[in-house]
């Protein structure tokens, strides 16, 4: 099951979009899903571990992979089961 982490920031216009987006995402994939402020000292300590400058930031088992909002078809692909 994938991790997924998002860094946003209360300030962000475009951090509600990938909120819902990936909160939409957990009704048909499962997966662990968290949402991290970057000013928060967990949110700075990724943001230093990742070199993240922007948000939003998702980031899926351990791996930076996306900064601002990915598309549903992206973020599908992502948190698609991957073939054994």
């Known amino acids: 099951m994938p991790n997924v982490t998002l ?3 209360p300030t ?4 509600p979009t990938a909120k819902s987006l990936f909160k939409e995402l957990r009704v ?5 899903y ?6 928060s000292p ?13 948000v939003p ?3 899926i088992n351990g791996r930076l992979t996306f900064i601002g909002v990915p598309s549903r078809q992206s973020a599908e692909k992502a ?3 991957t073939p054994t």
Do not use: M
């Open 34 to 39: 968290r949402e991290v402020d970057i000013n």
């Open 79 to 81: 948190l698609a089961p």
């Open 12 to 15: 962000c216009g475009a951090c």
């Open 7 to 9: 860094l946003y920031s």
């Open 28 to 32: 048909k994939y499962s997966f662990s």
């Open 57 to 59: 930031a998702t980031i």
């Open 42 to 54: 967990d949110g700075q300590e990724l943001a230093e571990r990742h070199s993240i400058r922007a």
